[in-house]
């Protein structure tokens, strides 16, 4: 919405001026409209798009510097609290949180794609047994657009929600079919009775002789961390499948290319690092050495730092607390590694090197430890996260 401001922007020593309009931002700062800013003759320069937005958008608000995270002006720490990931997706796509009759509906309509057609199951075979499971979910995501082409007109609503219920059901279906093709086990089937998470941790771990009797309390850490990471903002993986969507490509090849940005370990890949990090420093003796490496730029300490919350990441708040929930749960609190991580922690919270530069744990740095206390393998984790992210289509 345009306010009665401008903003003057001055140039060719004082001989020119432009005005641009100013914005009223959906929350929070406003914003320089600078589209007729090519008449200028420059461009504007802005790597990483720290003070750029690429599109208008009313679904989630971040403020980095408070720490505050709003799905649809919704709190996360509320939701994390008293909503489950299926109501969340609903939330997101529809504005507002279910009734009951029409939570039912929403759960009903996932379930009825929760299977992949039988001739995707093949198309896992073609990989190699120790391929990374991002490789398998990038392959196999990008080839559900060979395979449900009644519905990928994006300008259609209608055909954006079967797509984005697709995805939604599909993803953990897929990715636990990544890890069990891996570890040479039989693929598995979703069971209808279950809830989101519980199914996700059911289609990993059961095995034909053998049912996964899923904790609540399990079933609730996994279903936080999806909804954790639900959405947020215009990240490098959102702005990469907007960016291949703004041709009018297949949606589903479009998400693939948003779950092979999100592969890296400055995104999405953070979790998996967090836990060889771990495994490289080995125990509590090596960290004063590891800690000077990362002062020396070595390396980096993954986990701590955020492009955007730079006093505290508010999904990191209550993934501490998960953790601590997890780890009492299955007797863990003393397992070294977790330990290790804890030692970490306290050093790197009351480092000045840290503190000067506003680094603190983020949500990758204790969900890699749920999803390790869990029994996922860590080539896993970032598969959780991508099947997490992508139901959206709008
Ligand atoms: N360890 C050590 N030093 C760091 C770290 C870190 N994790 N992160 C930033 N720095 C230093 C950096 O070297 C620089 O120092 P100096 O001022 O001396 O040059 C300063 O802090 C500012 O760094 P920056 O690169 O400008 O920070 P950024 O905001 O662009 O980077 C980041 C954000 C997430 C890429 C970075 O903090 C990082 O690589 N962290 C580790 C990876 C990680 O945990 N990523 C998960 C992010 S949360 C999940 C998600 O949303 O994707």
């Known amino acids: 919405m345009e306010t009665n401001r401008k903003v003057t922007l001055t140039y060719n020593e004082g001989k020119d001026t432009t005005e641009f309009p100013v914005l009223k931002g959906t929350l929070g700062r406003d914003v320089v409209d600078i589209r007729t800013f090519a008449k200028t003759g420059m461009f504007t320069f802005d790597p990483g798009f720290p003070a750029t937005a690429s599109c208008e958008s009313s679904i989630t608000f971040i403020d980095g510097d408070k720490g505050y995270l709003y799905y649809r002006g919704y709190p996360i720490e509320q939701l994390a609290e008293q909503t489950d990931y299926p109501e969340v997706c609903y939330l997101l796509l529809n504005g507002e949180l279910p009734n009951a ?26 990989f190699r047994r120790d391929a990374h499971p991002m490789a398998v979910m990038v392959g196999v995501v990008g080839a559900l657009s060979a395979f449900y082409h009644d519905s990928l007109d994006i300008t259609n609503p209608e055909h954006r929600r079967i797509s984005a219920h697709r995805l939604i059901a599909k993803l953990p279906t897929i990715a636990a079919q990544a890890y069990r093709y891996n570890k040479g086990l039989p693929f598995s089937y979703p069971k209808n009775g279950l809830g989101y998470a519980e199914n996700f941790l059911h289609m990993m771990f059961s095995t034909p002789c053998d049912e ?65 990090m771990l495994d490289e420093i080995g125990s509590v003796e090596n960290v004063p050495a590891f800690m000077e490496g990362v002062k020396n730029k070595t390396h980096k300490l993954m986990g701590f730092g955020h492009r955007v919350y730079k006093n505290m990441d508010p999904r990191a708040k209550i993934m501490k607390q998960t953790c601590d929930e997890v780890l009492n749960e299955l007797g863990l609190h003393n397992d070294p590694q977790f330990k290790l991580a804890m030692a970490l922690e306290k050093i790197a919270l009351e480092d000045p090197y840290f503190i000067e530069r506003k680094l603190y744990p983020n949500v990758d740095f204790y969900s890699g430890i749920v999803l390790s206390a869990i029994g996922i393998p860590v080539s896993m984790f970032t598969p959780i996260f991508a099947l997490g992210s992508y139901r959206r289509l709008d």
């Not at 959102?238 to 592969?263: D, E, H, K, M, Y």
């Open 212 to 276: 996964y009797k899923v904790s609540p309390v399990i079933a609730r850490a996994m279903d936080r961390i999806f909804t954790l990471h639900a959405d947020h903002e215009q990240n490098a993986s959102t702005s990469t499948v907007r960016l291949a969507g703004s041709s009018g490509a297949n949606p589903f090849a479009c998400i693939a290319a948003g779950i092979a940005c999100l592969w890296g370990p400055s995104h999405g890949g953070a979790n998996e690092a967090v836990l060889k």
């Open 101 to 126: 009759e029409q939570r039912a509906e929403f759960n009903r309509g996932i379930m009825r794609h929760n299977m992949l057609h039988d001739q995707l199951m093949s198309l896992f075979k073609g």
